[in-house]
C-alpha cells in the first residue's frame, strides 16, 4: 500500500519561495508517475508538475513553468517541489500525487491512485 506524507507550505509574501516534500512508502518504483496537484477554493483540482518515474522528464502546467520545479530523490522515496517567484493565484492545498504503474503522467486527478494529506501554501499581496 502506497503512503504519502507531506511537508513544508505555509505562508508567504508574493514574490516570496517556498518547499513542499512528500515521503513514499510502498510505491512501485520504476514505473508510473509521481507530482504535485493544487485545489483553490470553488475551483477543481489540477495538476501542477509531475515527474516520470522510468526516466524523471517533467511536466508543468503553462502557469507554473519557470517558477515552479519538481524533483526526487535518487531512491525515489520523496518528490519536492521547490516554488519561487509565489503569486497570490497559486494560493491553494497542495496535494502529492502517485499513479503506480504505466509510462506516462496523466493530467487527469482521477487517474493518481495514491495522495498526500494535503499542504496550504497562501501568498499574500
Known amino acids: 500500500q502506497v503512503q504519502l506524507v507531506e511537508s513544508g507550505g505555509g505562508s508567504v509574501q508574493a514574490g516570496g519561495s517556498l518547499r513542499l516534500s512528500c515521503g513514499v512508502s510502498?510505491?512501485?518504483?520504476?514505473?508510473?508517475?509521481m507530482g504535485w496537484f493544487r485545489q483553490a477554493p470553488g475551483k477543481e483540482r489540477e495538476w501542477v508538475a509531475l515527474i516520470l518515474a522510468s526516466d524523471g522528464s517533467t511536466f508543468y502546467i503553462d502557469s507554473v513553468r519557470g517558477r515552479f520545479t519538481i524533483s526526487r530523490d535518487s531512491a525515489k522515496k520523496s518528490v519536492y517541489l521547490q516554488m519561487d517567484s509565489l503569486k497570490p493565484e497559486d494560493t491553494a492545498t497542495y496535494y502529492c500525487?502517485?499513479?503506480?504503474?504505466?509510462?506516462?503522467?496523466?493530467?487527469?486527478?482521477?487517474?493518481?491512485?495514491?495522495w498526500g494529506q494535503g499542504s496550504q501554501v497562501t501568498v499574500s499581496s
Open positions: 500525487a502517485v499513479r503506480s504503474g504505466g509510462n506516462f503522467c496523466p493530467g487527469l486527478s482521477s487517474a493518481y491512485n495514491s
Open positions: 510502498g510505491y512501485i518504483t520504476g514505473s508510473g508517475c
